[in-house]
């Protein structure tokens, strides 16, 4: 989990990935069950207040473009820079008053709430902005978050991508190239490690054991997908996906191809069906283990934002996403007092170096089961709209059919990289809109390898805020530093999830019953 906002660190940043994650599933079909008037003036007032603060210019600029086009509406902003915890606490309070004032609002951060408009109602309307079906002007189906009710409640303007970016100079220096297996990887960083650099700088937060746990219990686990995805019948069963799948490994997309169902995940796991202590587990630990944290930075296990320890060539190797690209691009030309204070760190600690970007290093072997994916998800501005009554629920919904197109998009970002302030985090997905070429040129090295953040790849490492949480963790950490052996280490995975299930389906919303009963839609 970007914001486009002045140069944001990863831990700004994190709260956005943790919201998302543990969300990704297919809608259960389109439901165009209301339309928002085509052609229609609207009047009345929209109070917007994302997680995201754009530039003054920039919310200037798009509220004077819709102003144009309808007279009588009043557009409100109430975004201020807040941490995730921070907006998240802001979100719940507003939302729990008897008389909610906001409108558009950042969803995914307080995902319990039940009075989101389900914006898949929407989008084959006609856009009266551009003429064509909303989907036409936002690509909707490269994130697809829905709630426990099956609907879909957000929508984001941009695509992020997890990679690897390494010091083209300390490289150099260890006579190494960037790695293509997990092999040459372990290789690279030891060669690192003997010409004197610090290899990795990574963190034991939302990188090592969350994004790229998942990226490697993916590998390893592909065929999970024909238990836990949704069967005839399931109460989140969608025909017009469902009915076409076909398992196959090899395609980079194959999580977007079918409705997973957590109840058929955790009944495999209450069956035993699917299991941790298994050869898999075990390798995919012992792989990491030797990366983990024995070629980290001695902080490893405590380090918050990795970002200043590679700017200032700390250490020659950072996992990072696409919104790395432009803060890295714009810190080497230049950091000003506030930047330096932002990232805590002292003027003429940085200097000039040349980098480059690797992907994730494929583990190889007869156990894995498909080529290595990585972390994809929305970024950018996240949006939903509050539920008050159909009058106001159009005229939110026609004002993000304009913001979320070219209509008003295109202006908003004008004025966004003219204020200078622009650093968007992922590629576009507003379909006819274009970043500045600088920014364009960066995200054209990007390559999508599918995305392996979804919900059961997730499971053995992470489970929000909670001591599950805390506990698999642990857990990992005694696997990584040889505590424990890593078939050790999948027996005692193993045994945590059969003597924990029951706490572990309590946070995840579901009873014994709805494992018993795909069919039943929990909660009803």
């Known amino acids: 989990m970007a914001d486009i906002q002045p140069r944001i660190t990863r831990r700004r940043l994190l709260g956005s990935s943790a919201a998302l994650a543990g969300s990704l599933a297919m809608s259960p079909g389109v439901r165009i069950s209301r339309a928002a008037a085509q052609g229609k003036q609207f009047s009345g007032k929209l109070v917007i207040a994302t997680i995201q603060n754009p530039v003054d210019k920039a919310k200037q600029a798009l509220a004077d473009a819709y102003k144009a086009q309808q007279s009588g509406v009043e557009i409100a902003w109430e975004t201020q820079q807040r941490q995730p915890d921070e907006y998240t606490s802001y979100l719940g309070t507003q939302l729990a008053a008897g008389d909610i004032a906001l409108d558009i609002v950042s969803g995914n951060y307080f995902d319990s709430f039940r009075g989101y408009v389900n914006l898949d109602q929407y989008r084959r309307t006609t856009n009266p902005y551009t003429g064509h079906p909303w989907d036409q002007d936002l690509d909707w189906d490269f994130y697809r978050g829905i709630n426990a009710a099956g609907e879909r409640t957000m929508l984001a303007t941009r695509s992020v991508h997890i990679n690897w970016f390494y010091n083209k100079d300390l490289f150099a220096k260890a006579g190494v190239e960037p790695p293509k297996t997990w092999t040459e990887f372990v290789d690279v960083s030891a060669k690192l490690k003997d010409a004197g650099i610090t290899p990795i700088v990574g963190n034991y937060d939302y990188q090592i054991p969350q994004w790229f746990a998942e990226v490697y219990f993916d590998q390893y686990h592909t065929d999970w997908v024909n238990t836990v995805r949704a069967q005839s019948g399931d109460w989140n069963y969608d025909p017009t996906i469902d009915d076409a799948f076909q398992y196959d490994p090899t395609n980079p997309n194959l999580h977007n191809t079918y409705t997973y169902n957590q109840q058929r995940f955790y009944g495999g796991i209450r069956d035993g069906k699917l299991r941790f202590d298994t050869p898999a587990v075990a390798e995919i630990v012992k792989n990491m283990s030797a990366i983990f944290p024995k070629y980290a930075t001695g902080d490893f296990f405590v380090i918050g934002d990795p970002y200043p320890t590679f700017l200032q060539q700390q250490a020659a190797i950072m996992p990072s996403g696409t919104w790395a690209l432009s803060n890295l691009k714009q810190d080497l030309e230049a950091l000003s007092p506030d930047r330096l204070k932002e990232l805590g760190i002292e003027e003429g600690s940085v200097k000039t170096f040349e980098w480059g970007t690797f992907e994730n290093p494929a583990m190889e072997g007869d156990l894995v089961q498909s080529p290595v994916r990585s972390v994809e998800s929305a970024t950018g501005e996240y949006v939903s709209i509050v539920d008050k009554n159909q009058d106001q629920t159009d005229l939110a919904v026609d004002f993000l059919m304009f913001w979320l197109s070219p209509a008003g998009y295109q202006p908003y970002l004008t004025a966004y990289a003219d204020s200078g302030e622009l650093s968007p985090s992922g590629p576009l997905e507003i379909i006819g809109v274009q970043d500045p070429p600088e920014f364009r040129d960066l995200f054209s090295q990007v390559t999508m390898l599918g995305n392996a953040e979804i919900n059961y790849n997730g499971a053995w490492t992470s489970s929000s805020g909670t001591t ?57």
């Open 468 to 524: 599950v949480h805390q506990d698999l963790r642990g857990l990992l950490k005694k696997g990584l530093e040889g505590d424990l052996s890593p078939e050790d280490y999948g027996a005692a995975l193993q045994k945590y999830f059969t003597d924990n299930l029951d706490a572990i389906l309590d946070l995840a919303g579901l009873t014994q019953a709805d494992l018993d009963d795909p069919a039943r839609q929990p909660g009803t």
